[in-house]
């Protein structure tokens, strides 16, 4: 897929700031663009991004003026966050016209492999086991009946696949993880762009999961592919039953996540976290390493000093927390 400027500004009714004719192949987010990327940028808290992008182009609200040189092209639009929904829709529409047609699959006994997949030498694979085209499955892995995975997967050697997990096409799984039952990794991230009669529109989320080796995952713990770019949990990552990874969301190294948590879109969290049972992550803010969140405990905004222990909604120091308690709970019987 290769697109100009122009051709984009052309379908959403927008004009070019810069040089029209600059070649788009892909879009990806505004702190990770490159050349031949197209970003886009609606939220202020990303202005920053906007004057050391790499993209190509980049969609703007009519409104937006740079307060620096920007070497990208820029297409403003009316709605930024609307025009990117109709975009990434656009996108998706050229790869499947250009995806070529015909996988048949082939049945062997009580399986279904697509064409061009690859299993490694020692996979087992268990009754009604689905695989997608393009394909590849590594050395020694236990895939369980009644798991499906689409297309153009790919997972690493003796990784572990429990009966009904689900993995979507274009998601990248390490080696030696465990996914346990009815997990589903690569569902849509929660994307919708508001419209001015009141109802909303699916933002197409043309990103994928990333999971690095020696990650666990429970069951029926859900992690969302990304809009643009990659949902990432990084090596040793632990995440129990019914946790909700966000898209776009970065969970650091050997961080583990207790039952019924959950963060929330473009959250970062650092390595070696540890979080108690039913805690969030507010989106879009970044925790920092060995933070320690205690059960029920909300985080609703940067934590930036590393090896903190919080507790509460919102989350502060658990200290300050109980010191406060204490106090609450003194007014009351005042009363």
Same mark, same amino acid.
């Given at each position: ?138 050395? !020694? ?7 499906? +995975? =689409?297309? &153009? @997967?790919?997972? %690493?050697?003796? /990784? $572990? ?74 090596? !040793? ?7 909700? +990874? =966000?898209? &776009? @969301?970065?969970? %650091?190294?050997? /961080? $583990? ?74 007014? !009351?019987?005042?009363?």
């Amino acid at each position: 897929m290769e697109v100009t400027a122009r051709e984009i500004a052309r379908r959403l009714n927008g004009e070019t700031v810069g040089d029209p004719d600059v070649k788009v192949t892909s879009a990806a987010r505004i702190e990770y663009g490159k050349p031949g990327d197209i970003c886009f940028f609606a939220n202020p808290k990303y202005e920053r991004y906007v004057y050391c992008s790499k993209a190509s182009a980049i969609l703007v609200n009519r409104s937006f003026e740079p307060a620096q040189p920007i070497s990208a092209t820029l297409i403003k639009v009316d709605d930024a966050y609307q025009a990117v929904a109709e975009l990434l829709s656009w996108f998706q529409s050229l790869k499947k016209n250009r995806r070529k047609r015909g996988f048949m699959s082939r049945i062997f006994g009580r399986h279904r492999i697509g064409r061009r997949t690859r299993i490694g030498k020692g996979t087992w694979l268990g009754d009604y086991v689905t695989i997608g085209a393009g394909c590849t499955i590594g050395r !020694g892995c236990t895939i369980y009946p009644n798991v499906s +995975i =689409a297309d &153009n @997967v790919t997972i %690493g050697d003796d /990784t $572990v696949l429990y009966s009904g997990a689900r993995v979507y096409s274009d998601c990248i799984i390490g080696s030696r993880c465990i996914l346990h039952s009815n997990c589903v990794i690569g569902s849509d991230g929660f994307g919708f762009a508001p419209q001015d009669d009141g109802s909303y529109k699916k933002i197409p989320q043309t990103g994928n999961v990333v999971i690095e080796d020696d990650v666990e995952i429970g069951a029926c713990t859900t992690v969302d592919r990304a809009t643009m770019g990659s949902t990432i949990l990084r090596t !040793g990552v632990k995440l129990d039953n019914l946790c909700q +990874i =966000a898209h &776009n @969301v970065e969970v %650091g190294a050997h /961080t $583990v996540m207790a039952a019924e948590s959950g963060a929330a879109g473009s959250a970062k969290i650092g390595k070696y976290c540890t979080f108690g049972g039913k805690t969030m992550v507010v989106g879009h803010i970044s925790v920092a390493d060995h933070t320690t969140l205690a059960a029920d405990s909300v985080i609703t905004k940067t934590i930036r000093k590393s090896g903190q222990t919080l507790m509460g909604y919102p989350a502060m120091d658990a200290d300050l927390y109980k010191k406060a308690l204490i106090k609450f709970r003194q007014s !009351g019987q005042e009363e």
